[in-house]
C-alpha cells in the first residue's frame, strides 16, 4: 500500500501554515521545498511547518527544513516547526531524526498551530 505524501496550506492570521503528511524523503522532499519557496514568493514571511503528520524524515527532509529556514531568515522572517507534543523519547520520528542530527536546537519547534501562530507563547524545549 503506497503512502501518501501531502502537502497543504492554509493562512492564520500573518502566518502560513504548511501540513505535512506521510514520508518526507528523497522522493517528496522536493514538494515541500518548492511550496516554501512559493509561499516566499507570494510575500509571507512568517511560516508554520506543521509536521505532526510526518511518520518518517530522511536526511533530504532534514536538508529542506534546513534551506527553509536559511530562507526565511534571510528575509527577516519567522520559522516555526510544529513536532507532536511527545517527544524523542516515546516515538516522534521527526524529533529524534532531527535531534539525532543535533539541528533540532536550531529550530521554534511548538506543539500545535494555535500556539505556533500565537506570539506570546513559548517554544518547546529542545
Known sequence: MA????????????????????????MTSPVLR???????????????????????????GVGVLIAARRLIRSCQGRLRLILPDR???DGS???????????RRLFDVRPDVESA??????PMSA
Open 34 to 60: 518548492q511550496r516554501v519557496h512559493d509561499i516566499v514568493a507570494e510575500g509571507h514571511h512568517s511560516l508554520v511547518v506543521d509536521l505532526s503528520d510526518v511518520f518518517f524524515c530522511d536526511s533530504s
Open 87 to 89: 517527544g524523542a523519547d
Open 3 to 26: 503512502v501518501t505524501f501531502k502537502v497543504t496550506g492554509v493562512e492564520r492570521g500573518e502566518w502560513a501554515v504548511l501540513r505535512v503528511s506521510g514520508e518526507l524523503d528523497l
Open 93 to 103: 520520528h521527526v524529533n529524534r531524526v532531527l535531534g539525532a542530527l543535533g539541528v
Open 117 to 122: 501562530t500565537t506570539d506570546d507563547a513559548d
